[in-house]
């Protein structure tokens, strides 16, 4: 293999680059050529391919965002796109793709590899954690650190108004920003869509901390379930009394420098997936598993069902009770 190709796909997040940068230096250090595919599969259908150098990546390991910028892109689940994606590799004279994303952009990588025989590598980039054969993916921790900080500023703000605040985070159908963010940042309740929204519970627990005094709380709700807003009114219902108020974090989840955690996990995976490619590896996804970096057949690790971590989840309440 001398030519290789890396694109990142889908909802951006911090990590990305941190991925990107390694693959095109020790790409380079293995000796081989990296070309970037912009704009996600939709770059690869247009033919938008740049040969990378290492000037190229310079000074991009912590910046969030994706240097290669990113799309959604419908047309890559048709036979025409791809056909279109295919043709650009071969015109390019690329043999090997790296691609940065999540389930979908798993599923064109899938398609390429078993349909076309593109040796295709998988790397899970989503803020959301998502993917059940990887214990986090990229962007999962700055996303996670977004929300805890942004928990620690209300925090000020409720405690000297004896307020509480109903804060939506990310994570589609997934809870785990909701609960690591939640867990770590002492929120007194939190909703995932894994648990189901209890009303009944999070008023039970705002009534009995009142009763001691405690007049400010953070619900933490993961967008998965409802908006901040129907809970803040759910509660407000039911508790005419309470000053109350909601907040939406939105995008900049995704925004800002990665993690140290982001940083490393990046390196790690996109030099494993160089590695993956050079020994004739296809149709595999990197992850993390017990702190360690493997490779799996992403067939099998896109049929595992993800599961939220329950016992985080009640640890979470034990802690957050008066």
Same mark, same amino acid.
């Given at each position: ?8 796909? %889908? ?19 293995? %000796? /081989?050529? +990296? &070309?970037?595919?912009?704009?996600? &599969? ?14 190229? !990546? $310079?000074? #991009? ?28 590799? *071969? ?12 389930? %979908?952009?798993? =599923?064109?990588? @899938?398609?390429?590899?078993? @349909? &076309? ?5 998988? #790397?899970?980039?989503?803020?959301? *954690? ?21 928990? =620690? ?15 939506? +985070? ?15 940042? %002492?929120? $007194? ?7 189901? &929204? ?7 627990? /705002? =009534? ?5 005094? @405690? ?5 933490? +709700? ?18 005419? =009394? ?14 800002? *420098? ?5 940083? /490393? ?11 993956? /490619? ?20 992403? !067939? ?13 989840? $009640? ?8």
């Amino acid at each position: 293999m001398k030519k290789i190709g890396v694109l990142t796909s %889908g909802g951006d997040s911090q990590g990305m680059n941190a991925a990107v940068y390694a693959v095109v230096r020790y790409g380079l250090e293995k %000796g /081989l050529e +990296v &070309y970037g595919i912009h704009s996600g &599969y939709q770059g690869l259908m247009d033919g938008k391919v740049e040969k990378l150098s290492l000037n190229r !990546v $310079e000074n #991009i390991i912590h910046r969030g965002g994706t240097i290669l910028q990113t799309a959604r892109c419908p047309e890559m689940k048709t036979e025409d796109g791809q056909k279109k994606a295919v043709n650009t590799l *071969n015109r390019n004279g690329i043999e090997g793709l790296v691609v940065i994303g999540g389930d %979908g952009s798993f =599923q064109g990588a @899938k398609v390429l590899s078993t @349909k &076309y025989g593109i040796k295709t590598i998988g #790397i899970p980039g989503t803020i959301d *954690n998502d993917l059940a054969y990887t214990d986090f993916t990229l962007g999962f921790d700055s996303a996670a650190t977004v929300v805890i900080n942004t928990v =620690q500023m209300l925090r000020d703000t409720m405690t000297c108004n004896g307020r509480t605040c109903v804060v939506e +985070v990310m994570g589609r159908r997934c809870g785990d920003i909701a609960l690591y963010a939640g867990l770590t940042s %002492g929120a $007194e309740a939190i909703v995932v869509p894994e648990v189901g &929204y209890d009303i009944d519970a999070i008023v039970a627990r /705002l =009534q009995s901390n009142a009763a001691v005094g @405690k007049l400010d709380n953070i619900v933490l +709700v993961a967008e998965g379930v409802c908006s901040a807003e129907q809970v803040c009114a759910d509660i407000k219902l039911r508790m005419p =009394q309470i000053s109350i108020r909601s907040l939406v974090i939105g995008h900049v989840q995704r925004g800002g *420098n990665a993690s140290f955690q982001d940083r /490393l996990l990046g390196v790690k995976m996109g030099s494993r997936a160089v590695d993956c /490619l050079v020994e004739g590896k296809t149709d595999r996804v990197i992850g993390i598993r017990d702190n360690a970096i493997i490779d799996e057949d992403i !067939v099998e690790a896109l049929s595992k069902q993800k599961r939220i971590d329950l016992n985080l989840y $009640e640890l979470a309440n034990k802690l957050s009770k008066y």
